[in-house]
């Protein structure tokens, strides 16, 4: 009589145990569902809405690409895209932010710290900015001038 409790027990617990999976089951595919439905959505809406074209077009007279609006909607890809990453020896006194950014190992607040300690002497009072450290000194020291126009490097 004992043994017949305690299996039927066991059998309570194992239906139990097994209900609860197939709620869970049906929970994650109900979900699923919800979940491709809504990105289908945002697909069609953002399809809908389309962005601006970016066109980038070659100036006859000069040697280097320019880029020009074709029409006041579209966006221009200079104000898209910042300098990519240790591509321009930059002048620490007349830099911009997002040329300062672009160097590597500074962001939004080292370079706005780099500004307000300007002007600078020479490239190795850059290590009195919070953050610089002697590794990222060693970094930036080829890539950084105190005077003269920031250029591309080639």
Same mark, same amino acid.
């Given at each position: 009589?004992?043994?017949?409790?305690?299996?039927?027990?066991?059998?309570?617990?194992?239906?139990?145990?097994?209900?609860?999976?197939?709620?869970?089951?049906?929970?994650?595919?109900?979900?699923?569902?919800?979940?491709?439905?809504?990105?289908?959505?945002?697909?069609?809406?953002?399809?809908?809405?389309?962005?601006?074209?970016?066109?980038?077009?070659?100036?006859?007279?000069?040697?280097?690409?320019?880029?020009?609006?074709?029409?006041?909607?579209?966006?221009?890809?200079? %104000?898209? @895209?910042?300098?990519?990453?240790?591509?321009?020896?930059?002048?620490?006194?007349?830099?911009?932010?997002?040329?300062?950014?672009? @160097?590597?190992?500074?962001?939004?607040?080292?370079?706005?710290?780099?500004?307000?300690?300007?002007?600078?002497?020479?490239? %190795?009072?850059?290590?009195?900015?919070?953050?610089?450290?002697?590794?990222?000194? %060693?970094?930036?020291?080829? @890539?950084?001038?105190t005077d003269g126009a920031t250029e591309k490097i080639k």
């Amino acid at each position: 009589m004992c043994t017949n409790r305690v299996g039927q027990g066991i059998v309570l617990l194992v239906s139990s145990v097994g209900s609860i999976v197939v709620c869970i089951i049906i929970s994650l595919a109900l979900l699923s569902s919800a979940f491709t439905a809504a990105l289908k959505k945002e697909r069609a809406t953002r399809l809908a809405h389309a962005t601006p074209r970016v066109q980038l077009h070659e100036a006859a007279t000069t040697e280097t690409p320019q880029l020009q609006h074709a029409t006041p909607s579209e966006t221009s890809l200079h %104000d898209l @895209l910042d300098p990519a990453k240790g591509s321009l020896i930059v002048n620490i006194n007349t830099a911009s932010d997002k040329e300062l950014r672009s @160097l590597p190992s500074i962001g939004y607040a080292r370079a706005d710290e780099i500004i307000a300690h300007r002007p600078y002497t020479s490239v %190795d009072e850059l290590s009195r900015v919070k953050g610089i450290t002697p590794w990222v000194m %060693d970094q930036l020291r080829p @890539l950084v001038k105190t005077d003269g126009a920031t250029e591309k490097i080639k």
